[in-house]
Every structure is written in structure tokens, then in C-alpha cells.
């Protein structure tokens, strides 16, 4: 079985899905929508979440960056 590095792209494309499925999974848990006696930490998932979206974006400046820098 031959498995391919994963690409720049990839990397990417797999840290927008996370950063999607994190932010909606902190909102949907927190107090406002009545879910409050959950046991996860809702702060450290948000924060998590946060992280992941911060790398997603990094991840897009720096394929803009490269598409603008390449002549």
C-alpha cells in the first residue's frame, strides 16, 4: 500500500474542517443553549478552536503569499 506525504494543501483543507467542527461544537455547548451540566470545559475547547483557525489562516497567508511571490 503506498501512502502520499500529505501536501500543503491538505494540511490546510484538514485544519478548516477542524476549526469548523470545533467552533461549533464549543457553541453548541455552552450555557446559552442549555447544555450547561456538561462535563467538557467549554473555555478550553473554544481556545482550542481558536488555535486551529489561527493555524488555518496562517496556513492561508502563507499560500497567498506564495501564489503572489512566484512569478
Excluded: C, K
Amino acid at each position: 500500500m503506498m501512502e502520499f506525504p500529505p501536501s500543503f494543501w491538505d494540511i490546510s483543507l484538514w485544519l478548516a474542517v477542524t476549526a469548523i467542527v470545533l467552533l461549533v461544537t464549543a457553541e453548541l455547548l455552552s450555557p446559552y443553549y442549555g447544555r450547561a451540566n456538561v462535563t467538557v470545559d467549554t473555555r478550553r475547547l473554544r481556545n482550542i478552536a481558536l488555535t486551529v483557525s489561527i493555524l488555518f489562516l496562517a496556513t492561508v497567508v502563507i499560500h497567498v503569499y506564495q501564489i503572489l511571490a512566484v512569478p
